[in-house]
């Protein structure tokens, strides 16, 4: 068989094809194959030999979250499964869904606001870290298009998020970005706007969010 011919096959069949041409049927000496054939095999058995680690790194997926960040959650995380046998952990411990877990906003403001994270993530408007070098941490990338939607639908939930914004105002919007899309806390959302008190500062901070989740779902026909 032809050295090229031998390369576009897949290894297993490579392995059986050389082996096969040992004397004896594969008992005899690898001092009857030519050179290229020798260096074959020896990446062929490189090759079966990592397989295990690839395996080892495909369980390691379903590990799920750590203990710490368990117990951070409390109950506010559901279990499932996702069909491999692996458990799937789902976390509701943001300030939003703390709210819904204590019936503190109605469903509909809740799936308002939930769009809007919707569109706001998928707009990939979240902060990120664009490098490690901080000598580069100010510096223009032409290349990355840094800034600007780098598919049509981030385009889309891009131009979504701005027309909720719009509707939202500024204060309404500065709490909702904090409190839906940050996940800060409701309290750090009222000094946010200006609030000294943290009781005051709450509960401002919550009956804004309850009002913006009412005018989205309005704008959005839901409920």
Request: with cysteine.
């Amino acid at each position: 068989m032809a050295r090229a011919a031998l390369k576009r096959k897949k290894p297993e069949v490579v392995y059986a094809t050389l082996v096969r041409h040992l004397p004896n049927g594969g008992t005899g000496s690898l001092e009857d194959l030519r050179p290229d054939e020798i260096a074959m095999l020896e990446r062929v058995r490189i090759s079966k030999s990592v397989k295990p680690m690839r395996n080892e790194r495909r369980k390691d997926r379903g590990v799920g979250p750590t203990p710490e960040r368990l117990e951070q959650s409390g109950d506010a995380h559901v279990v499932g499964d996702d069909q491999q046998g692996h458990r799937t952990y789902t976390m509701q411990d943001s300030p939003l869904d703390r709210l819904w877990a204590r019936q503190r906003i109605d469903p509909v403001g809740y799936s308002a606001l939930q769009r809007y994270k919707h569109h706001w993530y998928h707009g990939g408007l979240q902060a990120g870290t664009g490098s490690v070098d901080l000598n580069r941490v100010f510096a223009s990338d032409p290349g990355s298009m840094s800034g600007m939607a780098k598919s049509e639908r981030q385009a889309h939930h891009r131009q979504q998020w701005r027309k909720a914004r719009e509707e939202l105002g500024h204060r309404p919007g500065i709490i909702v970005d904090n409190i839906v899309c940050a996940e800060w806390s409701l309290e750090i959302a009222g000094y946010s706007i200006g609030y000294a008190s943290p009781y005051r500062a709450r509960e401002a901070a919550r009956e804004i969010l309850c009002d913006a989740g009412h005018r989205l779902a309005k704008m959005w026909g839901i409920g």
